[in-house]
């Protein structure tokens, strides 16, 4: 065929996750400055000539990134701290640890959550915050991936002096000053307003953070209705449960996620629904907290997605998150109502990559489709642990871990070719950790 069109990158003969959830075969995938420009039915005459990488392989699976819906990216060093502390480990363990951090360490720490999400087919994130967001800002903007940052936003009198708040305006200043700062020339990295926890800090910063998200029209996220006892702490603040407050004093911003939502009364379920209010599960962590009522949330039409809660929660990788939920439900709600199917496989995979806060990534409810941006991963279904199959769907749920993702795309660039990390130096970025570990002994040996 003469004259055929550029692209940057052409996937031939691939299998897809297509938008329903459905495997596709044999399938063309063109993309083109960054978005998604062709998907169709692949055949002996190809309109596309690549200028930078051509794919084919018939045992890939191609599939839209997933997105982290609540990491810690300053918790990175906490791996292998938190199992089997007893609760409320954020306030003991957690923030004093990130309040020790340095720039340069938060930077180690920001490129060690950069290599474990690549590695392991993450694309998007959004961070719970930290005292450098514009040292992340450099790290992630040198990946390739795609995040919201925050500052951490506390003026309680029991919070790190280095992490405090001295007031509500110095507050939201610091909120305002990291959004002004960390709006990137590609538009991957974005500011993100938040509070540690409501309950954790004052009524006036609470109030102006909220406001300052619906003046800047800025999203806005923070921890809410995790614990039982958070729960109960807020009503005694503020008479009325976390959601029902933030409605009847106008406080709920156009874009707001809420991080947990494991305790929800009815009426909260329809405050998130009537605000269309975005939920991130973190199924690991929430495993010590409780189990939400996410089959009723998704029936109401209410979005929600996954996150890791950082690596002191067992590490990064979503496809773990996605089958311990699953069990989760099946335990939970399943079996009290023999209901084998309360959380299909296809459900699921739509939460990973479309649910929670993936819709601050892509406004497309459909995101492998012709004009989305382009945030793919290749999974290896050569994969012994991957074959044979009966059904790859289901597999993709019970089967798959981060370690089955070949390659990645994220803005049409390929960031992971083969498990090789092209965006960051993994040798110089081990090198520098070590370094780090024998001059902060700390960094690996955190008492409380």
Known sequence: MKNKLPCDILIRHA???APDMTIRKNQLIAI?????LDIRVDGDTVPYIASKQTFEDTHLLWMSGLTDGHIHTSQQFLRGRLLDVRPVVWKRVNVPFESCLNRELSKL???LAALEMI???TTSFIDAGGKYPEAFAEIYERSGLRGYLTVMTNDSPNAPESLRAVSPEEGVKRLRDMKDQLISPGGRIQPIYSVTTPTAVSEP???MVLEASIEDHVPFETHLNEYASEVVDFIEKYGKRPFLWLEDEKLVPQTMIAAHAVFLSQEEMDVLQRNRILVVHCPFSNCGKGVP???QLIHMGISCGFGSDGAGHGGLDLFREVRLFRSLMQVERGVPSADSSVMPAETLLHMAVCGGASELFCKHTERLTPGAPADLIAIDTDSPNLWPTQNLVHSLVECV????VRHSIIDGRLIMKDRDILSLDTEKIRYNVEKA????PWLTSWNE
């Open 15 to 17: 299998m897809i996750l």
């Open 32 to 36: 083109s400055e960054g978005k998604i």
């Open 109 to 111: 720490s920001a490129s």
């Open 119 to 121: 590695s392991s087919g």
């Open 205 to 207: 910063l609470l109030r």
């Open 293 to 295: 009522s996410t089959p």
């Open 401 to 404: 871990s981060g370690s089955n």
């Open 437 to 440: 570990v024998n001059e902060f």
